[in-house]
T-cell receptor, first 117, second 114 residues
Framework: EAGVAQSPRYKIIEKRQSVAFWCNPI?????LYWYQQILGQGPKLLIQ????????DSQLPKDRFSAERLKGVDSTLKIQPAKLEDSAVYLC???????????????FGPGTRLTVL | DQQVKQNSPSLSVQEGRISILNCDYT??????FLWYKKYPAEGPTFLIS?????DKNEDGRFTVFLNKSAKHLSLHIVPSQPGDSAVYFC?????????????FGQGTTLQVKP
């Protein structure tokens, strides 16, 4: 079974530029998550999709971050314009259902490391 | 507002000995707890979990203990192996909603020395 795929793996941009990340979840997984992991911290949920609908985006900085999951499969996360504090690893995860827990494990991709100069 | 805290940034143990990783939380609405393991340049992988109605869950060398009154959980690895060297994240599910949102701790870097 193929895992969660993410691209690119690394990205370096200057502040005020735009950047986009792509995620392909595990086939059949209805729920997709985007996390931000700043160095020295744990992952923080940015947005959660159930199929192509948003379930939780309470921690997404909507003035500069946007995400979409067209057709309920792949997803893109965009930052426009980027700030220095956006430097982090952006992790995508997917799960079969919505609630975390037994039989609904979240599977993570390798992440995209973003450096904003 | 750090609702899940792992106060030890790092831990070093000898191969064959016990590793104990600790995690504290503040929100009484958390109803499910998980441990994830992360190797460099990889995403976190699920290790073990425990429901708030239990106080212990065991899976091979890994055991998680939950003390609800103290809002504390711990992960025990016995015996520790060099391949266990990784960053370990504690996570808690917010049971007050229906999203299953996970809140992660800062992580503890475990080094198991041969």
């Amino acid at each position: 079974e193929a895992g969660v795929a993410q691209s690119p793996r690394y990205k370096i941009i200057e502040k005020r530029q735009s950047v986009a990340f792509w995620c392909n979840p595990i086939s059949g997984h209805a729920t997709l998550y985007w996390y931000q992991q700043i160095l020295g911290q744990g992952p923080k949920l940015l947005i959660q999709f159930q199929n192509n609908g948003v379930v939780d985006d309470s921690q997404l900085p909507k003035d500069r971050f946007s995400a979409e999951r067209l057709k309920g499969v792949d997803s893109t996360l965009k930052i426009q314009p980027a700030k220095l504090e956006d430097s982090a690893v952006y992790l995508c995860a997917s799960s079969l259902g919505t609630l975390a827990g037994a039989n609904n494990e979240q599977f993570f991709g390798p992440g995209t490391r973003l450096t904003v100069l | 507002d750090q609702q899940v805290k792992q106060n030890s940034p790092s831990l070093s143990v000898q191969e064959g000995r016990i590793s104990i990783l600790n995690c504290d939380y503040t929100n009484s609405m958390f109803d499910y707890f998980l441990w994830y393991k992360k190797y460099p340049a990889e995403g976190p992988t699920f290790l073990i979990s425990i429901s708030s109605i239990k106080d212990k869950n065991e899976d091979g060398r890994f055991t998680v203990f939950l003390n609800k009154s103290a809002k504390h959980l711990s992960l025990h690895i016995v015996p520790s192996q060099p391949g266990d060297s990784a960053v370990y994240f504690c996570a808690a599910r917010d049971g007050s909603g229906n999203t299953g949102k996970l809140i992660f701790g800062q992580g503890t870097t475990l080094q198991v020395k041969p």
